[in-house]
T-cell receptor
Framework: NAGVTQTPKFQVLKTGQSMTLQCAQD?????MSWYRQDPGMGLRLIHY???????DQGEVPNGYNVSRSTTEDFPLRLLSAAPSQTSVYFC?????????????FGPGTRLTVT | AQSVTQLDSQVPVFEEAPVELRCNYS??????LFWYVQYPNQGLQLLLK??????LVESINGFEAEFNKSQTSFHLRKPSVHISDTAEYFC????????????FGKGTLLTVNP
């Protein structure tokens, strides 16, 4: 049981490039989410999904896309990277949308946009 | 909308000293309250939670927090800290009935010195 896995761990992009951050969980969790963590800002919700085929925007969705074609995977796409997207990104999952406080967090992806 | 304020961004203490990390929230409806811990280079882990019932909640590693509705606070305390408690601590709130979205505070870095 690997829990929540994220790849890559580190990434450097140039402004304007696109990329996909991968997130997978093997716990059959319905709810998955993406957060970004910036110094002094805490965690802010980017997008979330309450089940396969269902996604919705969080607090800071601009510049990011998500899809949820399977229960296990929830990739986050940066369409055209900007320096303001330099951050640490965390994926998380929970059994059910009613229990988001019991989320399991992945180890994070540290992204730098130059 | 709910919000969370963590009053101290950094708290340095000596080993075996008591510590209190302060958290205040604002919400016009009933809330669920949580403390998360993030050890260096790791994701967040749920430390303790208040959903209902007793206003004093405890974790397995000696932390406790008390829900104070009149003061809209949920301060985290430990009577005697260890070096291994060095981490960043996040207070979070979820509005009752809509657990889809957690709102996090900006975090408090607890540094325990020998």
């Amino acid at each position: 049981n690997a829990g929540v896995t994220q790849t890559p761990k580190f990434q450097v992009l140039k402004t304007g490039q696109s990329m996909t951050l991968q997130c997978a969980q093997d716990m059959n969790h319905e709810y998955m989410s993406w957060y970004r963590q910036d110094p002094g800002m805490g965690l802010r919700l980017i997008h979330y999904s309450v089940g396969a085929g269902i996604t919705d925007q969080g607090e800071v969705p601009n510049g990011y896309n998500v899809s949820r074609s399977t229960t296990e995977d929830f990739p986050l796409r940066l369409l055209s990277a900007a320096p303001s997207q330099t951050s640490v990104y965390f994926c998380a999952s929970s059994y059910d949308a009613r229990y988001t406080y019991e989320q399991y967090f992945g180890p994070g992806t540290r992204l730098t946009v130059t | 909308a709910q919000s969370v304020t963590q009053l101290d961004s950094q708290v340095p203490v000596f080993e075996e000293a008591p510590v209190e990390l302060r958290c205040n929230y604002s919400s016009s409806v009933s809330v669920y309250l949580f403390w998360y811990v993030q050890y260096p280079n790791q994701g967040l882990q749920l430390l303790l939670k208040y959903l209902s019932g007793s206003t004093l909640v405890e974790s397995i590693n000696g932390f406790e927090a008390e829900f104070n509705k009149s003061q809209t606070s949920f301060h985290l305390r430990k009577p005697s800290v260890h070096i291994s408690d060095t981490a960043e601590y996040f207070c979070a709130v979820s509005v009752g009935g809509s657990n889809y979205k957690l709102t996090f505070g900006k975090g408090t870095l607890l540094t325990v010195n020998p």
